[in-house]
């Protein structure tokens, strides 16, 4: 059981590595509608005044009904100053805008609300200038390789394949990245004994990460890609950790008051699942620490591909077990060899997708939009 933990905790800190004419009544009395009963002459007394009694002498063209119901009030200006129901925004509130900016004009200025006015900013969502153009939708795989021991349990070499849905804005050589959790999924090379799955409630528990990416130029006119370390403190209250999460201790009793139930499942922490002839069929908690560094990226001359490798490391506590075996947790480390094939152990792999494409597209399309899988996982 611990060993199928520490494949857990590698894939799930593989998945840590890793998204605003009224129509008013007239008075139009038509001035060829004479009376016809005018005196000519006033002297003759046939030309009698017209009897002002008389109904049939009414003018035909009267002024509009002020009560008539067929002058909807809904048909005035709806941008008078005084109307409630005119747009209202409020001070220092912002808004993705309309106007088309950036040096590739693929971009959108942000607006920001001003004495009650939507008002243009600076800021463009896309402009790469001299880089190369990187901003819109993209599908990620990311992939982690791990040893990992379980209750003493050598668990050979270990591999966890997330899927995430990428949205980047882009100021020069600097990217603006939303990254959501898709998908997780992870084997190992003796999943008969013990295998970690990673519902679907995991990944959608962990959410969207904003993270902040680097376009680096190489001596020979290439382009590279960079990403700093990037925590995560996975079923932890943020306020715990601050902004020092590198130095955050676990906590190891389910108790604990940072200890959160993220994927409401009324468990502590995240539930994972368990099988095989070591996990059985169980389920446990946990709460995990994890960082991730992306280096020596490159990115296509399109801007179309970016791949690059991970360096990653990973700590988790179980809090719950249903079985004794795993309550251990597991030990996982990285390997950046792999003994089942060839090429970089820890990498990742971005492609450009439409934009407007969600996480569905992504996962449903992954054998199509990414590379094969270095090893046939299920």
């Known amino acids: ?69 067929t002058d909807d009030p809904t048909d005035e200006p709806t941008d008078d100053p005084t109307d409630p129901t ?23 200025l942000y607006q920001v609300c001003k004495d009650g006015d939507w008002e243009d900013t600076e800021k463009c969502t896309c402009d790469p200038g001299e880089y190369p153009e990187v901003c819109g939708y993209y599908g990620q795989k990311m992939w982690f390789t791990s040893t990992s021991k379980v209750a003493t349990i050598d668990l050979a070499e270990g591999w966890t394949r997330t899927y995430f849905h990428i949205v980047q804005e882009q100021e ?4 603006h990245i939303k990254a959501t959790y898709c998908n997780i999924k992870i084997d190992n090379s003796m999943s008969a004994l013990l295998q970690v799955i990673m519902p679907q409630s995991f990944a959608d528990a962990l959410g969207t990460a904003d993270k902040e990416s680097v376009i680096t130029k190489n001596l020979d006119g290439t382009f590279g890609f960079d990403q700093d370390v990037f925590w995560e403190i996975r079923g932890i209250d943020p306020n715990c950790y601050g902004d020092n999460p590198a130095g955050y201790v676990l906590p190891t009793n ?44 490159n990115i296509s001359e ?20 249903e079985n004794n075996a795993l309550k251990g947790g597991s030990d996982n480390q990285i390997k950046n ?42």
């Not at 801007?303 to 719950?320: F, H, P």
């Not at 990498?347 to 990414?370: L, P, W």
């Open 86 to 108: 005119a747009e209202t925004c409020t001070e220092g509130e912002t808004r993705l805008g309309e106007t088309v900016c950036g040096s590739t004009s693929h971009g959108k």
């Open 172 to 175: 020069q050589d600097k990217i």
């Open 337 to 378: 060899e792999s003994s089942k094939f060839d090429g970089p152990a820890n990498f990742i792999e971005q492609v450009k997708i439409e934009d407007g494409s969600d996480c569905a597209f992504i996962v449903n399309n992954a054998g199509t939009i990414f590379s094969p899988d270095p090893v046939n996982l299920k």
């Open 1 to 69: 059981m611990k060993k199928i933990i520490v494949i857990l905790a590698a894939f799930v800190l593989t998945l840590f590595v890793v998204s605003c004419g009224g129509d008013s009544g007239s008075s139009d009395t038509n001035p060829t509608d004479e009376p016809t009963n005018q005196a000519d002459d006033p002297t003759d007394p046939t030309d009698e005044p017209t009897n002002p009694t008389d109904p049939t002498d009414e003018p035909t063209d009267e002024p509009t009904n002020p009560t008539d119901p």
């Open 302 to 321: 399109d801007g179309q591909k970016i791949n690059a490798l991970v360096s990653w490391t990973d700590e988790q506590k179980i809090l719950y077990a």
């Open 254 to 297: 389910s108790a604990d008051p940072c200890v959160q139930d993220w994927d409401n499942d009324g468990m502590p922490g995240l539930t994972v699942n368990a099988k095989g002839s070591i996990g059985g069929n169980s389920m446990m908690n946990m709460i995990e620490k994890s960082s991730s560094r992306i280096y020596d990226g």
